[in-house]
């Protein structure tokens, strides 16, 4: 290589790796002092795009946990609420059962004052957590809970719903069905005729009347046969009770108000002549044109069994709050047939059938649907569809029994009871579903950061071994640069000859 003063090769190289050698130096600095390895977009561009991906799921995940704890927070306060409404029931289970003993010699009155009370406590509760109307905009609480979490590919698979909107989770008195219960043990007779008893005679030698009697054992059949002088009132309560020996059945003469007051602990249905009241009846396919089938609360309207339609047909009753049963009626039934078939299907239902000769009844101290073939609106053997749901846990045969409101209260909260169960059973299901998506979204948060450390970290052992290189390769640089500098001093030797 020629020897030369003008250019210093060797040092131009001992520059440039000083500079490439200061660069690495600089940037492992960087490294370790940020504790990134990427810094950026120069030092990855792939893989900052990739972190940044789940630096960002990490944010929206982060957000979602906060966002599912608050519907948490808001559910617990509503199961909260919930189970003190529970303890209510039980406070009012203990008190119509208190009132429902023969037993009990104290002010039923008494009682009944804390249980409407208490009644009115569950409805102030109920608005308070938000489950009194449901009306949304009209509650404490978004009862419609919709949270956002994420973590999805798609918006839809990144929200938790739990709706508590609907009649369906009301769980004020009307919602519970104890609105109009007592445990009062007031008395209401059962009219047996419009007509007048307070003064006269009502029949005479020339007429009778004859009174049916419907219980769930069976229907007693009372002639009263006038006389010459005419019948008054007592003396056809005389004649009444005397045919009602022995069924539990007893009449008396409210002589103030005009009519019979027809007592018994037990369901039974009255009619005077001929069936009275405003009942359904239910047609249906059966070829016993004297068999009749009606439903009701306390008369009922009498009718005609249609044979038209040659198929059997199964009637559905759905007692409120209860399940389903169906009963399947041929076109070759009796009317004796179809009332053991009837009495069998509903044992247990809550739904007692009586029977008035050929004449059969339902009745129920709830609410209850009567549907042919699952199909209210079908055509053929059944006309109509029976239903009672306009009625309420009070729309009973009333009677001078003093402990029947309790026992229809009691029936009536074992039945809120279960209905309360159920809106607690949405809820903790509720509860559940945001604590999985918590823990799902911990999890992703976890595997999330885990991953976009690998990618954007710096590994601070081999950084630190990057920095003690660098360091070592400067000196040297610095060195070789030294002696590259002073290599065109040996060209002064040759010129001082």
């Known amino acids: 290589m020629a020897v030369s003063i003008q250019t210093n090769v060797s040092s131009l190289i001992a520059q440039e790796n000083l500079r490439v050698t200061n660069e690495f130096q600089s940037r492992t600095i960087q490294r370790l002092t940020s504790g990134y390895r990427i810094n950026s977009s120069a030092d990855d561009a792939a893989g900052l795009a990739v972190a940044n991906k789940f630096r960002s799921d990490v944010a929206e995940l982060m957000q979602g946990v906060r966002n599912a704890n608050d519907g948490l927070s808001t559910l617990q306060i509503i199961d909260g609420g919930l189970n003190n409404i529970s303890k209510i029931l039980d406070r009012m289970k203990t008190l119509a059962t208190q009132s429902a003993s023969s037993t009990f010699t104290g002010s039923r009155a008494t009682l009944d004052s804390e249980y409407q009370s208490l009644i009115q406590e569950i409805n102030r509760q109920a608005a308070n957590i938000g489950l009194g109307s449901g009306d949304v905009n009209a509650s404490r609480f978004n009862i419609n809970i919709k949270v956002y979490i994420g973590g999805g590919s798609q918006a839809a698979n990144s929200q938790v719903a739990v709706d508590l909107s609907g009649a369906n989770n009301i769980v004020n008195a009307t919602g519970l069905g104890?609105?109009?219960?007592?445990?009062?043990?007031?008395?209401?007779?059962?009219?047996?005729?419009?007509?007048?008893?307070?003064?006269?005679?009502?029949?005479?030698?020339?007429?009778?009347?004859?009174?049916?009697?419907?219980?769930?054992?069976?229907?007693?059949?009372?002639?009263?046969?006038?006389?010459?002088?005419?019948l008054t009132g007592n003396e056809i309560v005389t004649q009444l009770n005397a045919g009602l020996a022995g069924t539990g059945i007893t009449v008396s003469l409210d002589s103030a108000n005009g009519y019979l007051v027809v007592s018994s602990s037990n369901s039974f249905a009255v009619a005077v002549a001929s069936v009275v009241g405003g009942g359904t009846a239910i047609q249906a396919a059966i070829t016993d044109a004297n068999a009749v089938v009606n439903t009701g609360k306390y008369n009922f309207a009498g009718g005609t069994m249609s044979t038209v339609g040659t198929a059997s047909q199964t009637l559905t009753f759905t007692p409120d709050g209860g399940s389903a049963v169906n009963v399947t009626l041929n076109v070759d039934d009796t009317a004796d047939i179809i009332f053991t078939k009837l009495k069998t299907a509903l044992s247990g239902s809550g739904i007692d059938v009586l029977r008035m000769g050929n004449e059969v009844f339902f009745q129920s101290n709830t609410d209850f649907t009567v549907a042919r073939n699952n199909s209210p609106t079908s055509t053929g053997g059944l006309g109509n569809v029976a239903s009672n749901s306009s009625a309420s846990a009070t729309d009973r045969l009333q009677t001078s029994d003093p402990t029947a409101d309790a026992l229809v209260a009691l029936s009536a909260l074992t039945n809120a009871v279960a209905l309360l169960g159920a809106v607690q059973g949405k809820v903790g299901t509720g509860q559940n579903k945001l604590q999985y998506a918590i823990q799902l979204a911990q999890s992703q948060i976890a595997s999330f950061t885990t991953a976009d450390s690998r990618i954007r970290d710096a590994d601070i052992a081999a950084e630190a071994a990057n920095l003690t290189k660098a360091q070592v390769m400067e000196q040297a640089s610095l060195a070789a640069m030294a002696q590259a500098n002073a290599s065109p001093q040996a060209v002064l030797a040759l010129l001082r000859g």
């Open 178 to 230: 104890l609105t109009g219960t007592s445990i009062a043990g007031s008395t209401q007779p059962v009219t047996l005729s419009a007509t007048d008893y307070r003064s006269g005679a009502y029949l005479d030698s020339n007429s009778t009347q004859t009174y049916r009697f419907a219980t769930t054992s069976g229907t007693t059949y009372v002639t009263v046969v006038g006389d010459s002088d005419g």
